[in-house]
């Protein structure tokens, strides 16, 4: 890489770290120089702003089987036994000069809460085994930053900040299989995320048409939370009994990840991301660069 590329590189990550306030997918370091043959640069003969910059779009798909959370509360914290996050979404990406991925999705979330019911106030009743919160599929975005900050060889070494943002309607509130209980006040929460990390990845060439698989490892720290704003639910059939669903926060601030991106001639990718630590999750990404 050249030295006036790196210089320009690393700056303007900085500037840009310092204008963004960045469970998440780490992502592969190689995507902002992976894929550098434009789809349109086949069909005509005008480049990007001399290769300067770049675009990639395409699907996002991040299903999280257990965010570990607990309890937000200064004394006598809970576990959650189960927290699902599941998001679709479409993918955009700018890149410039091959080092930097600016990168946003929008797209859709669905929260699935399972926890013994201890975890959160009770008044006036026995609480039952286990409590479990449904909430409709809605609207949710995220926003980051990632950057190639060494290239040497097949080997990149890159870092990546990342938000997450979904306030998704509640279906419903359901103690054990009893029939749903109802919500006195407020329908949905707030559920943000935000991330840094840092990974390593190795390329590999196969054969010609260019096919290549870039295999990579990283680690993150994270913090979650969930604004529940003390909603209130109360037993429709004695309204004397009621819960207050208290805030939540992470477990755990670290994880790691190992994933592998496959790319076809420069052009086309399709990454599979697989998390721990922090969270049990899978991520799959499929992108085309325009």
């Known amino acids: 890489m050249p030295p006036m590329k790196l210089k320009i590189g690393i700056t303007l990550l900085f500037v840009l770290s ?3 306030a960045f469970s998440l997918p780490i992502g592969n370091p190689a995507d902002p120089n992976l894929l ?4 349109l640069n086949q069909y005509c003969e005008i480049g990007c702003l001399n290769g300067l910059f770049g675009v990639r779009a395409g699907f996002y798909g991040d299903y999280v089987f257990n965010r570990y959370l607990e309890v937000d509360r200064s004394a006598d914290s809970s576990d959650l036994q189960e927290t699902k996050i599941y998001t679709n979404a479409g993918y955009l990406a700018l890149t410039y ?3 930097i991925d600016l990168f946003a999705t929008v797209g859709a979330s669905s929260f699935h809460i399972k926890t013994p019911s201890t975890a959160f106030r009770t008044r006036g009743l026995t609480p039952g085994e286990y409590f479990t919160i449904e ?7 995220s926003v980051g930053l990632r950057a190639a900050l060494l290239n040497w060889r097949c080997f990149t070494l890159g870092v990546e900040g990342q938000y ?3 306030c998704p309607s509640i279906n419903f509130v359901r103690e054990e299989d009893d029939e749903p209980l109802y919500l006195s006040s407020g329908d949905h929460f707030k559920y943000h995320e935000w991330q840094v990390g840092a990974a390593l990845s190795r390329e590999f060439y196969v054969c010609t048409p260019r096919l290549s698989f870039v295999p990579y490892i990283g680690v993150k720290w994270a913090c979650a939370k969930v604004d529940m704003n003390n909603l209130v639910v109360i037993n429709p059939n004695i309204q004397t009994d009621t819960y207050v669903l208290y805030d939540l926060e992470n477990k755990k601030s670290w994880g790691y990840a190992v994933g592998i991106t496959l790319a076809l001639n420069d052009m086309i990718s399709v990454m599979v991301e697989r998390r721990f630590g922090d969270e049990n999750g899978l991520q799959v990404n499929g992108q085309i660069h325009f």
Request: hydrophobic fraction near 40%; include cysteine; aromatic fraction near 16%.
């Open 18 to 20: 310092a204008a963004t």
């Open 164 to 166: 997450f943002r979904a």
């Open 97 to 99: 000069c091959d080092l």
């Open 36 to 39: 550098n043959c434009s789809l």
């Open 135 to 141: 909430t409709e599929t809605d609207f949710s975005w």
